[in-house]
Nanobody, 129 residues
Framework: VQLQASGGGLVQAGDSLTLSCAAS????????MAWFRQSPGKEREFVAA????????NYADSVKGRFSISRDYANYTIYLQMNSLKPEDTAVYYC???????????????????????WGQGTQVTVSS
């Protein structure tokens, strides 16, 4: 499975941006998919996840109410709609996919980077104040 993230850019605080992550290859292997981000000097952090079941989503507290994750099951693509962007949202955003179902504690395990088997190359989001 290959993941291709796109949609990053330079925006001002308060603006909106939508990221996309398209999967190719053995896409039938994908279960939960997610977005993570990493700022310079910081560890990669969880942003949002979406399960194979419709309606199963999880968000980091820092983005809850501002970001929305969605999934196009037919085209093996996930999106991250980011509203009310803040300078602290500046980071490289990575999409990730898990090839196996999470059988328990989905909300917790979907936030772990170690859960995911496939990673995209990252797309830069810069929010100016």
């Amino acid at each position: 499975v290959q993941l291709q993230a796109s949609g990053g850019g330079l925006v001002q605080a308060g603006d909106s941006l939508t990221l996309s992550c398209a999967a190719s290859g053995r896409t039938f292997r994908m279960d939960t998919m997610a977005w993570f981000r990493q700022s310079p000097g910081k560890e990669r952090e969880f942003v949002a996840a979406i399960g194979r079941d419709v309606g199963r989503v999880n968000y980091a507290d820092s983005v809850k109410g501002r970001f929305s994750i969605s999934r196009d099951y037919a085209n093996y693509t996930i999106y991250l709609q980011m509203n009310s962007l803040k300078p602290e949202d500046t980071a490289v955003y990575y999409c990730a996919a898990d090839r196996s179902p999470i059988l328990s504690n989905w909300k917790l395990r979907s936030s772990w980077s170690s859960t995911y088997d496939y990673w995209g190359q990252g797309t830069q989001v810069t929010v100016s104040s």
